[in-house]
Structures are given as structure tokens and as C-alpha cells.
């Protein structure tokens, strides 16, 4: 029987390019977005279960969950940026829907996997969360978004552990300049910590896709906590 796994923010981006991989891998893929265009547009006529749901309302994500017979992995992906700016200039209203998506959403999608995962027969399952190199250090002006990664590792954490008595592994893919239009501006120039504006390298998403491939196709026996995936050159080792 071919393992399931759940995707959301699997309408653009990261999401999709593994959305994809796992399909092409054969496995059995639930995709999740507020956009049934998007997501149908990813499964490009594969065979895939379209699930449309906010992951930050509550009610969206136990419906789409509530779907789901068995989940063998959910990749907790959905994540949205805020513009850049010194914390004085963030409205609050951004901040917060940022977190309604970043943390809050995060948090309702692993609540319901581990839900199913503890319950479903043979129990156990594996939790991959979208962390970011901002999961370690910030880029300028980027509170907000910071802040939400540093949640994320912090549920990490604690998954990872209150996971072992079902058999439920978590784990955290850090990911740096992967190419989607989320990170198109770093082709053209973004800031730096000296104020300067420079061109960052980027990699092609698809190593993304396989990393999580990778982690999501181990034994429950083992677990990868966390992983980092960078463009090789971008500023994050180093005095740039």
C-alpha cells in the first residue's frame, strides 16, 4: 500500500515542487491551499485528494483532516513574509496575520496529524515542519517572520518529544534561497546587514522537494530533527 502524505501550502512554491516529487514517487498526496485553482494546478492531472482550507481557521483544517482515513505524513509547509521594516513601522495587523498563518496554522495542522497519527491503526506517523534559515538568524527588518520561525523550531521541540510514546517522529527542514517568487527578489538584490544591497545565490527548489522526499521516506526507528538546505554561497555561514 502506497504512504500518504498531506502538503499544505501546496498551491506555489515550495509546496509545490514537492507535492510533486511525492507524486512521481507514487505516493498517495492530500493538498491543502485556500486556492482549489492553485492546487489543481499543481496535481496537473495526477491523482491527488484537493483539499481547500485556510490552515489559521480552525474549523477548515479539522473538516479537511477529518477527510483523511489514514496519514502516514504531513508536511506542515504553509507559510506567508511581511514586508520588511524596523519594528516601530509593522502594523500590528500584518504581525498578526502573519501568525495566524506561521504559528497558528502551523500549530493546527500538526494538532489535528498527531490526533490521527495517535489514534489510526498501525499507529504513528512523521511531521515534517517548514522551518527557515530565519529559524537561526534574521535578515533586516524581518521581526515578524523571524519570530514565527523560532516558533516553529520550538514546536519541533516539543513534537519531537511528546511524539515518542506514539510512535510520531518530527522533524524541521531549514530552508535558505530556494528559487520561488517568494525568493525571486533575491536575483535582483536584497538587503544586507551592512546596509548594503547585494544579489544572493539561489538553488533550484527540486532539491527541496527530494530533501523532504528523503526524510519522509526513513523508517519511524528514525528521525532527521533538523535539517538545513541552502544555496551553498548565500550569507549565512561566515562575515559575509
Given at each position: ?167 510520531i517522529a518530527c522533524g524541521q527542514i531549514d530552508i535558505g ?58 550569507p549565512f555561514i561566515g562575515r559575509g
Amino acid at each position: 500500500m502506497a504512504k500518504s502524505i498531506l502538503i499544505t501550502g501546496a498551491g506555489a512554491g515550495i509546496g509545490r515542487a514537492t507535492a510533486r516529487a511525492f507524486l512521481a514517487a507514487g505516493w498517495e498526496v492530500a493538498l491543502l491551499g485556500r486556492r482549489e485553482a492553485a492546487l489543481r494546478e499543481t496535481a496537473a492531472g495526477a491523482e491527488a485528494r484537493i483539499l481547500v482550507a485556510d490552515v489559521g481557521n480552525p474549523a477548515q483544517v479539522e473538516a479537511a483532516f477529518a477527510s483523511l482515513t489514514r496519514l502516514d505524513v504531513l508536511f506542515n509547509n504553509a507559510g506567508i513574509s511581511a514586508k520588511p521594516a524596523p519594528i516601530d513601522e509593522i502594523a500590528v495587523e500584518d504581525w498578526l496575520a502573519l501568525c495566524q498563518t506561521n504559528i497558528t496554522g502551523m500549530f493546527l495542522c500538526a494538532r489535528a496529524a498527531f490526533g490521527l497519527m495517535r489514534r489510526q491503526s498501525p499507529q504513528g506517523g512523521r511531521i515534517i515542519n517548514n522551518g527557515s534559515i530565519s529559524a537561526h538568524v534574521p535578515r533586516p527588518g524581518s521581526a515578524p517572520y523571524t519570530m514565527s520561525k523560532h516558533a516553529v523550531t520550538g514546536l519541533t521541540r516539543s513534537l519531537g518529544l511528546d511524539g515518542r510514546a506514539f510512535n510520531i517522529a518530527c522533524g524541521q527542514i531549514d530552508i535558505g534561497n530556494a528559487l520561488t517568487e517568494m525568493a525571486a527578489g533575491f536575483t535582483k538584490g536584497t538587503a544586507q546587514a551592512d546596509g548594503q544591497i547585494r544579489v544572493e545565490p539561489v538553488m533550484d527548489v527540486g532539491h527541496v522537494a527530494t530533501a523532504v522526499l528523503q526524510m519522509a521516506e526513513l523508517p519511524l526507528e528514525v528521525n532527521v530533527p533538523f535539517m538545513t538546505i541552502m544555496a551553498r554561497d548565500m550569507p549565512f555561514i561566515g562575515r559575509g
